[in-house]
Structures are given as structure tokens and as C-alpha cells.
């Protein structure tokens, strides 16, 4: 089992989880996207105005798909992100408490231009713990 943190805007996390537990990368992502496998655990990090990781889950499913989905694909009539997963959260901060009680995320190797990046296991589950702890929901 991987542990990958993955990097978006507020908007698109609260649109992926109101919407199946959606999420998706870039063409560009394709090797990272393929190693990733049913199972591994996923970290959100909320980027822009909140800057603090919301929750996390695991994989469910992985898929490609050409429809637009996030509103900014249905706004261009075409996906941007079409390598995407399903996932389930097992600890998911309140949408209304991401900025209050999220989980900062300090640098120590994470590159926040990169949407997905693996993390060593002592890395990603000193994470976990930190989101646990301020679990609300």
C-alpha cells in the first residue's frame, strides 16, 4: 500500500466529494496515475486560501474518462483532468472547518506544484495522525 497526497483547489475538493468522491489528474500525470493502485491511501491538501490538508481516504476504483466533469471542463467542453479515481473518505474535515481545523502541511519534501506525489510511509502516516487528531466529521 502507497501513500500519495494530492493537491487541489478548495472549489474542486468540495465539488469531488458533494459529487461520488471524485478526483482527477492530467495526461501529464499519466505515470504517477498508473502506479497508484486500488487500495493506497490518498491525502487531500486543499491549496490557495486554506493551505491544509482536509482529510484523507483510499482508492476505490480508477478510471479514464473523456466527459467533462469538474465545472471547469463543462465550462471548455472538454476534460482537463481525465485520469481519475474513486475514493472513500475515512476522515474528512467539515467543508465549513477546513481553514479552522485543517492540518498544516509543512514542506519537508513536498513539491506543491505537483497535483500528485507519493510520500514515504513515515511521512504519510505522521500525516494521518495529524489529521485524526483534529477529525471533526
Not at 513539491?111 to 511521512?123: D, T, V, W
Request: contains cysteine; proline residues 6%; charged residues 25%.
Amino acid at each position: 500500500m502507497a501513500i500519495w497526497l494530492l493537491i487541489g483547489t478548495p472549489e474542486n475538493w468540495k465539488f469531488g466529494f458533494e459529487h461520488g468522491n471524485i478526483w482527477g489528474f492530467p495526461m501529464s500525470y499519466e505515470p504517477k496515475w498508473s502506479e497508484m493502485q486500488v487500495g493506497d491511501v490518498i491525502v487531500y491538501y486543499a491549496m490557495r486560501s486554506i493551505k491544509k490538508l482536509i482529510g484523507y481516504g483510499a482508492v476505490d476504483s480508477k478510471m479514464r474518462s473523456e466527459q467533462p466533469f469538474f465545472p471547469a471542463e463543462v465550462e471548455l467542453k472538454r476534460p482537463l483532468w481525465p485520469l481519475r479515481i474513486n475514493f472513500t473518505s475515512t476522515c474528512l474535515i467539515k467543508f465549513e472547518e477546513w481553514q479552522s481545523k485543517g492540518y498544516p502541511l509543512e514542506r519537508r519534501g513536498v513539491i506543491f506544484q505537483r497535483a500528485l506525489q507519493k510520500l514515504n510511509e513515515e511521512r504519510g502516516l505522521e500525516l494521518m495522525h495529524g489529521l485524526s487528531g483534529g477529525q471533526s466529521g
